[in-house]
């Protein structure tokens, strides 16, 4: 099942994601330094923000394979089928 913010992410443009990555990254650069000097009110947020990062960097991911070439998806079959058999 999908969550909340994997469906709101669809809705994002391209360069939407792009820049709200930027801005979560520096969020979560700003809490680290902040939780290191004085302390978070809630630690976890950390973890909240490190995952809202991952659904961005796989959103992104995901559009640039399906807007991919037949000629790079036969590429990365390749790879995918070398890896397979180590």
Do not use: C, W
């Amino acid at each position: 099942m999908a969550t909340k913010k994997f469906l709101e992410l669809q809705d994002y443009s391209d360069s939407d994601l792009l820049s709200e990555l930027d801005s979560t990254r520096a969020q979560y650069q700003k809490m680290k330094f902040d939780h290191a000097l004085t302390g978070l009110e809630n630690p976890l947020s950390l973890r909240e923000v490190r995952r809202d990062i991952a659904r961005l960097q796989t959103e992104i991911r995901r559009r640039e394979l399906a807007n991919a070439s037949e000629e790079q998806n036969a590429k990365r079959s390749k790879i995918k089928a070398r890896r397979r058999k180590k």
